[in-house]
């Protein structure tokens, strides 16, 4: 049972991974993942491939809500500008993955520039539906600007390739997906722990405070849209090496709002909850469609009945469990923890 | 304490993701779908299994495969090509079917590169995108009927059989999405082959209530027909409505998810004169033996069913390419692969439906064939205004 953390030197202070304990489960999880294709078939493969690409685009939004208190409702349209300009680079210049998904990370990042200027002058709900605006106007880019986004049609992208090999199924993905995502999630987990993080933290509790202390609130909050955006940037260009495809429809609102309830149910600036919100939201409405599915093959006239009661339930457990947890799932994460911290020592 | 609850919770979960054992026997062919059970398109998803469902337990009662059993195995894919692809690989991890069905566009094209290297299974769907409809791209893919494009084929002949003296005037109206947009590039063309000027394009978003000046600019060009495309029901009471009141003479025409009797049910008397391809019969028709049939079995087994749409009986003709395709696999004596039903499919030549549609021949893979059909609102039902027409 661990009783204390007694650190010595200002480097193990520093540390992101700071016990032993934590160094060993990490290193645990670090082989589960390697290991994980091997053993996975296809369907749980693409399902850890679509976690990775969401996730990431979710660890941004969650750099802008969580850390930096800035609402935005048009996520999904950075991951779009992201997709896209990974998809022109790899199509038109025949550049390689490792070129053309940080340049979607950078188109997106500029566009989360512009986007983020008018977040000096509102806040809230105001700064909200500025971004929705964001949204419709580049979802209208994307239809109607056919030279170059291939309109309505979208773009076919070849795969990624690593040295004449092409990365065309989802266990040749897999890898290449995961690996971003791990640099990444360090990137933001290192991110809070900097100036700048500190910086974000200090406009999203008290924007006057902030500024009385030296923060410069619009460079502090223009740089969290922009690491925002190029965190779906890239998750775009993951995505189009993914689905190889990319269209307009691809983007919608609603995406924006599935990435908005991944950060809330995750835990609002978490960004071990950013994962677990995106592995909830995409695999408990699986295990229910199996559920029901199950429960169709016993009753096969009610099969029809009992899918959309489906999303009827996945709604409610997300009401339910933000009335009894509002911290989101990384505090009962903790909880869970703790429990074992203690264990078998607690009443 | 949640912890434990929620540990516990995720055990039950995890437990029922769990795959059942997979079934397998020679005698046994697997159809899996992805069917847009929930979701916006859940109002055709339903119908078009339910067809699924009937037609292959027909096929069996019947004894339409011989020395064969059908099965058929789907999922609600919720009109979500995330979702739509994970049930896809689930169904095939799970059921290795020779035959897929799908529910989009989206998801047909997002799976292309898998099916063609990897999976290799026969795949219909719910779509008439011309895009899929190219062998070349979509080696196992195939469109259940003329695709969008041939749809606006079928009404533009039309147009041009029945045009007066003048040259006819056509409007295109069409929604700002890849459904809205996929015909009018060809539309367009034929309508210059064909000696129709096109007066007018309005582009729309989906569901667009307000249609005031959209009509206003009907009322400026006078077209003679005006062509919607890429809606399923608003605006189009809203601009027919609109257009009445504002005295236009122009007439109405919808290709086939605009050719359901919601439409007339919609509009009642201002439907009078609406008209439309469909690319099958309807199910009221008693001229048709294979829709006889189709009534016939749904009043055993579903006596409630006093109608079905044609969505519905867009997944029975899909489920009667399926078979016909498997039995010309059989009779040659091959196995029953992706490759031999592509390749059957593309033997497919004047067959036969028994009234479902017109004679069918592949071609691309796809069926060129529709007929156009005008609202009757006396009987709130549509009726042929022409026999079938074929187009390449």
Request: a positive charge; aromatic letters at 12%.
């Amino acid at each position: 049972m661990i009783i204390g953390n007694y650190k010595q030197t200002y480097a193990s202070d520093e540390a992101v991974f700071r016990t032993p304990t934590v160094r060993w489960w990490m290193a645990a999880l670090g082989i589960a993942v390697i290991a994980f294709p091997f053993v996975a078939g296809d369907y749980l493969l693409y399902l850890a491939n679509l976690i990775g690409v969401l996730a990431l685009a979710a660890l941004g939004l969650n750099v802008l809500i969580g850390f930096t208190g800035q609402v935005s409702l048009g996520h999904a349209a950075f991951m779009g500008v992201g997709a896209y300009a990974t998809a022109i680079l790899a199509t038109r210049l025949g550049a390689p993955f490792w070129i053309s998904v940080p340049a979607g990370g950078l188109a997106a990042c500029g566009a989360g520039m512009v986007v983020g200027v008018p977040s000096l002058r509102i806040k809230g709900l105001y700064l909200a539906i500025a971004t929705v605006a964001a949204q419709v106007i580049f979802e209208w880019v994307f239809t109607n600007w056919t030279p170059v986004t291939g309109g309505i049609r979208g773009i076919n992208v070849p795969p990624a390739r690593i040295l004449g090999v092409p990365l065309a199924d989802d266990l040749r993905l897999y890898f290449l997906i995961q690996g971003v995502v791990a640099v990444h999630y360090l990137l933001a987990s290192n991110l809070r722990r900097s100036r700048w993080g500190r910086a974000f933290v200090a406009v999203r509790d008290r924007d006057i405070a902030a500024e009385i202390v030296g923060v410069n609130i619009f460079q502090t909050k223009i740089l969290a849209f922009m690491v925002s955006s190029y965190y779906a940037g890239v998750a775009g260009g993951l995505w189009v090496y993914f689905m190889k495809v990319v269209t307009p429809e691809n983007f919608p609102l609603s995406l924006s709002i599935q990435y908005l309830a991944i950060v809330v149910v995750g835990g609002l600036g978490s960004i071990p909850g950013t994962i677990l919100g995106t592995v909830f939201m995409t695999l408990v409405p699986e295990w229910l469609k199996l559920g029901t599915g199950l429960a169709g093959a016993a009753w096969p006239d009610a099969g029809s009945y009992l899918f959309p009661l489906r999303d009827v339930a996945f709604g409610s457990l997300i009401v339910v469990f933000l009335i009894f947890e509002p911290h989101g799932l990384i505090e009962m994460w903790n909880r869970l923890k703790r429990f074992f911290a203690l264990w078998p020592f607690e009443k | 304490m949640i912890g434990r609850k929620s540990a516990a919770i995720l055990l039950v979960a995890l437990s029922t993701a769990l795959p059942p054992p997979a079934r397998g026997a020679e005698d046994v062919i697997t159809i899996g779908a992805c069917q847009p059970i929930t979701g916006r398109f859940a109002f055709a998803g339903v119908n078009l299994n339910a067809a699924f469902q009937d037609f292959v337990a027909y096929a069996n009662e019947k004894g339409l495969v011989k020395g064969k059993k059908l099965v058929y195995v789907f999922e609600d894919s919720g009109y979500d090509t995330d979702r739509a692809l994970a049930c896809f690989k689930r169904l095939m991890a799970q059921y290795s079917p020779a035959i897929m069905y799908g529910e989009s566009t989206g998801l047909g094209k997002a799976i292309a590169p898998e099916l063609t290297s990897r999976y290799k299974v026969l795949y219909g769907s719910a779509s008439f995108s011309s895009e899929l409809a190219d062998p070349k791209t979509h080696p196992y893919s195939f469109v259940s009927g003329p695709t969008y494009s041939d749809q606006f084929g079928i009404l533009l002949e039309y147009i041009a059989r029945n045009k007066g003296a003048a040259r006819p005037k056509v409007a295109f109206f069409y929604s700002d999405t890849e459904f809205g947009k996929d015909p009018i590039a060809f539309g367009r063309k034929r309508a210059a082959e064909l000696g129709i000027d096109l007066v007018a394009e309005i582009v729309t978003k989906v569901g667009a209530v307000d249609v005031t000046s959209e009509v206003l600019q009907l009322k400026k060009t006078q077209p003679d027909y005006v062509i919607f495309q890429g809606y399923v029901l608003a605006p189009i009471p809203e601009v027919i409505r609109a257009a009445r009141d504002f005295g236009l003479k122009s007439r109405f025409m919808g290709t086939f998810w605009s050719m359901d009797r919601t439409v007339i049910d919609k509009l009642g008397k201002d439907a009078d004169g609406y008209m439309g391809v469909n690319a099958y019969a309807y199910y009221y028709e008693d001229s048709a033996p294979g829709i006889a049939a189709m009534r016939a079995y749904n009043q055993k087994v579903h006596p409630d069913e006093k109608y079905r749409p044609s969505s519905y009986i867009q997944g029975w003709f899909t489920g009667m390419v399926y078979v016909e395709a498997i039995n010309r696999v059989l009779a040659a004596k091959k196995p029953v692969t992706g490759d031999n039903l592509a390749a059957a499919l593309d033997s497919i030549k004047d067959w036969d439906t028994g009234g479902v549609t017109g004679k069918v021949t592949f071609v691309d893979h796809k069926a060129g064939v529709g007929r156009v059909y005008r609202a009757n609102t006396e009987k709130g039902q549509f009726e042929p205004a022409s026999d079938w027409i074929y187009v390449k």
